[in-house]
């Protein structure tokens, strides 16, 4: 996970074998930047296999 300031931009990776979870951590993430008033943040998952992007 990383935080990209410039772009206001939140990376949350995952693991391809929870690829079917993507859009509830995209969803569970943007709930907690809302709940700590950073609304203008937008959430990006990326998902890698074995390590690697």
């Known amino acids: ?3 990209d300031q410039n772009a206001n ?3 949350v990776g ?5 690829q079917k979870y993507k859009e ?5 993430m943007n709930h907690h930047l809302q ?12 998902v890698y296999e074995n390590g690697n992007k």
């Open 1 to 3: 996970m990383g935080v």
């Open 9 to 11: 931009l939140l990376v």
């Open 14 to 18: 995952m693991d391809v074998s929870n």
């Open 24 to 28: 509830d951590v995209k969803n569970y």
């Open 35 to 46: 709940a700590y008033h950073l609304k203008e943040y937008e959430v990006e998952v990326y």
